[in-house]
């Protein structure tokens, strides 16, 4: 397969319209962010000499739960587009530690999960109000993830107003992309600076942004388990979590003792 066509007449035309001061890349290690990356970098670059704007790559370690490899081939990939596009890297994590929020709540889905409000949007934010306006947020969101994400993502342009006032631009450059994971990852292949998050793919069938997540197949974190021991998790599970129901999945995870469907997922709607 082919790469993917370059950035539509449309967008283009209404990004130099709209002349941003920033250009921020959400960018998580992971195969959907990396390229996203891919298919825009080349005119972001164009569009801020044109207009005078900055770009810059937010990559935020998700304490207590980031796989260092991920974290490394994030910077990695990062350090390679500042070198080559002149692209910031900016890295940043929260203060606080992901098992520290595990043992008090357990893990939770939907937006207002504690793991994506204190771990990412928290930052998110902080971040958003340290740099010029406009800004234009590029991610690797498709309406096709998931179906949260289905009602909120409604075109591939679109102007953002958060809960808290916050107001952007957010760009979603795989919004029509007909691609399977395997396909994406064969684009990236083709380009040497991405390898070190093809790896991450080969090695652990994940980016490992987040090592454990309520919304990772099974199937992901299975084949996570053959290639480290991890054995510490379902001790942790043990030690820490309160609920019976949240021990119980850890340890049928790391027993083999779960049936892996290919729909399932860490923790099961209704999980609380």
């Known amino acids: 397969m082919g790469d993917p ?48 704007a900055r770009v810059y790559m937010l990559y935020i370690v998700v304490t207590g739960n980031t796989h260092p490899l991920n974290a490394y081939a994030a910077a990695t990939v990062m350090e390679w587009h500042r070198r080559h596009y002149g692209f910031e890297p900016i890295y940043r994590a929260s203060d606080r530690v992901f098992q520290e929020y595990a043992a008090k709540f357990g893990l939770q889905k939907g937006s207002s999960r504690w793991c994506y409000t204190q771990f990412k949007e928290k930052i998110f934010r902080e971040v958003e109000r340290s740099l010029l306006k406009p800004i ?35 760009w979603h450059p795989l919004f029509s992309l007909q691609m399977s994971d395997d396909e994406k990852l064969e684009v990236l292949r083709k380009h040497p600076e991405f390898e070190p998050i093809v790896y991450l793919y080969e090695a652990f069938g994940d ?36 609920s019976e129901h949240w021990r119980r999945y850890f340890n049928g995870l790391l027993d083999g003792a779960l049936e892996v469907g290919a729909g399932d997922t860490l923790l099961r709607e209704g999980a609380r």
């Open 207 to 242: 980016s490992m942004n987040c090592v454990v997540c309520p919304y990772k197949p099974l199937r992901k974190m299975m084949k996570y388990r053959l290639a480290e021991d991890a054995r510490i998790l379902q001790r942790f599970a043990q030690a820490c979590l309160r």
């Open 136 to 170: 234009v947020e590029i991610d690797g969101m498709s309406p096709g993830d998931s179906k949260q994400r289905s009602e909120k993502i409604t075109e591939e342009l679109q102007r953002i107003v958060t809960a808290r006032g916050s107001k952007f631009w957010a």
């Open 5 to 52: 066509g370059p950035v539509g007449e449309a967008v283009r035309e209404r990004l130099l319209r709209l002349r941003p001061r920033t250009i921020l890349y959400l960018f998580s290690g992971g195969k959907d962010s990396a390229l996203a990356l891919l298919l825009t970098r080349d005119f972001a670059r164009e569009l801020a000499e044109r207009v005078g």
